[in-house]
């Protein structure tokens, strides 16, 4: 079905269901249970990661940043920042997942029928990233909590959530919270979610262009969820490579000696080699994996919801 009750094409009715309140409420939901989930999931690479940017003479890769780590801090120093992380990043789905719906559909019907099937992968990077401005401003207070708690040396900064987040607001103008980090945040996800969501959507439409070759509705949930794990763990390697000299960034910010530095400043004192480099390949490995599970508990989500998995044709 594609012709709204008025008889009219319309985006929000090309899918298995119609695309109401209901249906992006649902998927808003969905995002919270893909982003929050992972992303605290996999809280002891990232508090490696933040440290081999920061500190890549004292931590070289990484298993040795995992065992450093458990020698100097116990086995709850490479779980810091959870709190911060499922929070926000249950906050970042929620808005990412959902507005790049509600975007979508928007842009669809601003473009038209013709005009949206033509300039499809322009619209997939629009939606993403008028989606992900927004995803940001929610996540960008959790974010400079994390990465705060996961840099400071060992007792220099609170590590339980709540401590943290009080420390982080009466120290507000040494640490720029809450939005001192929003703009090399943009610049981190902002092109990270557009590659994330291109190249998800083009990589499950080669698959059903090219390997399974009849209807998509034709293929069991199993066949589809597979081709949605495969597809999002691809874009998840691309997604880290464009984005990591952002995140490097980011990670930099959180280091007391960078405090008041501009970007440009850090970003010179560092060295573009290292910003793109350093932590790449552990990145490359959390950020593939990441991105796979995400879209796979996000469509099992829609599937089991009767919404349909996303992408196709």
């Not at 943009?186 to 590659?195: E, G, H, L, V």
């Amino acid at each position: 079905m594609s012709s709204s009750p008025s008889g009219k094409w319309d985006a929000r009715y090309l899918g298995p269901v119609p695309h109401d309140s209901a249906y992006y409420a649902k998927c808003m939901l969905g995002g919270v249970l893909a982003c929050g989930i992972t992303h605290a999931g996999i809280t002891p690479l990232d508090v490696v990661k933040c440290n081999m940017q920061v500190s890549p003479h004292k931590y070289t890769g990484l298993n040795q940043g995992l065992k450093l780590l458990v020698k100097e801090e116990g086995t709850k120093g490479v779980w810091k920042g959870f709190g911060p992380t499922f929070v926000g990043y249950s906050l970042q789905g929620m808005f990412k997942y959902g507005l790049y719906e509600v975007f979508k559909d928007l842009y669809m019907n601003m473009a038209g029928e013709e005009a949206s099937q033509k300039y499809k992968p322009a619209i997939w990077l629009a939606g993403s990233a008028s989606a992900e401005v927004f995803a940001d401003i929610a996540l960008c207070p959790f974010e400079m909590t994390k990465v705060k708690i996961q840099t400071s040396p060992t007792g220099t900064f609170p590590i339980p959530f709540g401590a943290a987040l009080k420390e982080m607001s009466r120290t507000k103008a040494e640490t720029r919270y809450p939005f001192g980090s929003l703009v090399p945040l943009w610049s981190r996800q902002i092109p990270y979610t557009m590659a994330k969501f291109f190249f998800f959507e083009k990589i499950v439409q080669l698959f059903y262009t090219h390997v399974f070759t009849e209807p998509k509705e034709s293929y069991g949930k199993g066949t589809q969820l597979g081709v949605t794990f495969a597809s999002g763990y691809l874009a998840g390697v691309v997604c880290a490579i464009v984005s990591h000299p952002a995140d490097s960034l980011v990670s930099q910010l959180g280091k007391a000696e960078n405090k008041g530095k501009s970007f440009g400043q850090i970003a010179g004192e560092v060295g573009i080699v290292n910003l793109c480099t350093k932590g790449l390949g552990t990145r490359v490995i959390m950020i593939g994996t990441l991105t796979g599970f995400q879209w796979w508990i996000y469509d099992t989500f829609k599937a089991t919801m009767g919404m349909g998995t996303t992408g196709g044709k």
